[in-house]
């Protein structure tokens, strides 16, 4: 009987030590930026990221953190008071921030601590120019930099049906794979070993195909309603040839949730941020990028009639004041 119980305790002790050494070992993760994007990605990384530590959120605007935290199931994150407390506890520390001057002002102040061993996984969409800026001044400092900017609207964030595209050496970017596709993603598009600034350079074209959707959807529909066909028609074939995206925002432009959002989905001017920066790429590779001038003079019609509050779909609103329409259907 004593043989059996010390055997019995002498097992216990090996998995209790084992444990213990997985969860001392595993990364310590946070979280800086909780925007529309940010707070859905965090919520899919406490519930199904298998994290053996809580998340440190961050964000500039503390109650914003706060308000998160109470949200996400209790122990599983925490709320760091100061950027440098964030990063100097994590082992991985993600941003997800609007734009170009707030990563690379919060990636600078991040790194003037001691940063050597730690990873930065940037999910913004900025210019590649930037992203590369940025992953020089991290590797300079001891760090690494994983690119890991993502596609999809605010609402897929929540339901963790993002595609992230991961750019930067391949032995940071297995690191970050366990805590996109599955988890924060759907799918992932591997650029390991590439440039970081390779995938914001994906996400800043691919951006533009969006901007070009909704611009082809907002003079379809005018010209549906203005020409007798109907916009309950138009949508009808939307439906049945391009199930998916189009169909969504053909929705959001019929039911009027372009002006009618207290916060928008895709904000104009982060819309228009993406447009300037796909233009400048344009203009230096020596090609045109015409839709994009169209849409673009659009959203600034758009903000000039909304403010912040407008939506990339409110082109739809500026597309049809063109048409002697008032901007709300």
Not at 114 to 122: A, C, M, T, Y
Not at 312 to 321: C, D, E, K, L, W
Request: aromatic share 6%.
């Amino acid at each position: 009987m004593l043989r059996r119980l010390l055997s019995a305790y002498k097992h216990l002790s090996v998995f209790y030590y084992t444990y213990t050494s997985l969860v001392i070992m595993a990364p310590q993760l946070a979280w800086v930026g909780l925007g529309n994007m940010g707070r859905g990605m965090c919520k899919n990384l406490v519930e199904k990221g298998d994290l053996a530590k809580p998340l440190i959120i961050f964000n500039r605007t503390q109650k914003r953190a706060t308000d998160l935290n109470a949200k996400l199931p209790s122990g599983k994150s925490t709320v760091a008071s100061s950027l440098d407390e964030a990063v100097s506890k994590a082992d991985i520390i993600f941003t997800c921030l609007g734009d170009d001057a707030a990563v690379i002002d919060t990636i600078e102040a991040a790194i003037k601590g001691n940063v050597k061993g730690k990873l930065f996984v940037d999910c913004s969409t900025v210019h590649p120019e930037s992203t590369n800026m940025l992953a020089k001044s991290i590797q300079g400092q001891g760090a690494e930099m994983v690119a890991c900017p993502v596609f999809g609207a605010p609402a897929m964030a929540d339901n963790g049906q993002l595609v992230c595209v991961l750019a930067g050496p391949a032995s940071a970017v297995e690191e970050v794979k366990p805590y996109c596709k599955g988890v924060i993603g759907r799918e992932n598009i591997d650029y390991s070993d590439q440039p970081q600034g390779k995938a914001t350079l994906l996400k800043i074209i691919g951006n533009t195909l969006i901007l070009n959707m909704v611009e082809a959807l907002s003079e379809g529909h005018t010209l549906a309603g203005k020409s007798g066909l109907g916009n309950d028609n138009l949508h009808q074939f939307i439906e049945t040839m391009f199930p998916g995206p189009y169909t969504a925002y053909s929705g959001r432009l019929m039911g009027g949730d372009y002006y009618k959002r207290d916060e928008p989905l895709f904000g104009v001017d982060l819309a228009r941020k993406d447009a300037k920066h796909a233009l400048k790429l344009a203009e230096a590779s020596g090609t045109k990028m015409k839709d994009v001038e169209v849409a673009d003079s659009h959203l600034a019609a758009v903000q000039k009639y909304m403010g912040s509050k407008g939506d990339i779909a409110g082109i739809y609103g500026a597309v049809r004041q063109e048409a002697g329409l008032k901007f709300e259907n």
